[in-house]
């Protein structure tokens, strides 16, 4: 149940603030997201880091309610809302990265999430890598795919 709560205050989160006008960033950055997340859970499975409980309808390891909820709204908002500033990129990476963080551990309190070699550290770092990435595909994006310097 956690999985779908988590979907559905997402969506609502989502439809709260996105500019559905500017289609490009919220496209890019929530599948960006969902393919990172689809890996990063593959790998994580295979390598025992830890495991998805009751993922209700599980996809790759993970739950489709996660994938397509805190997931694809998470990372379609971040690529909305990143800042052109670099200084503000870095502050954006550092809450999107701790946010995500706090939803990990209200997954594990909740029971849906329990590391077994992983820890909030090891966790952290990853979340920061994928939107330090996201951040550069965004931002590519914005100035334009392919364009010189």
Do not use: C, K
């Amino acid at each position: 149940m956690p999985w779908v709560i988590s979907f559905a205050i997402s969506w609502l989160v989502f439809f709260a603030l996105a500019d559905r006008r500017r289609y490009m960033p919220l496209l890019v950055g929530g599948l960006a997201a969902v393919i990172v997340q689809l890996l990063t859970d593959n790998m994580g499975h295979y390598l025992n880091l830890y495991r998805i409980s009751d993922p209700v309808l599980p996809i790759f390891y993970s739950s489709a309610f996660f994938t397509f909820g805190p997931v694809f709204t998470m990372g379609a908002l971040f690529g909305q809302y990143l800042p052109s500033l670099r200084w503000l990129q870095g502050l954006h990476i550092m809450a999107f990265s701790g946010l995500f963080l706090l939803e990990e551990r209200m997954f594990m309190l909740a029971g849906v999430l329990v590391y077994t070699h992983w820890d909030h550290f090891a966790s952290l770092l990853v979340n920061t890598l994928v939107f330090t990435g996201l951040a550069w595909l965004v931002e590519s994006q914005r100035v334009g795919w392919g364009s010189p310097g």
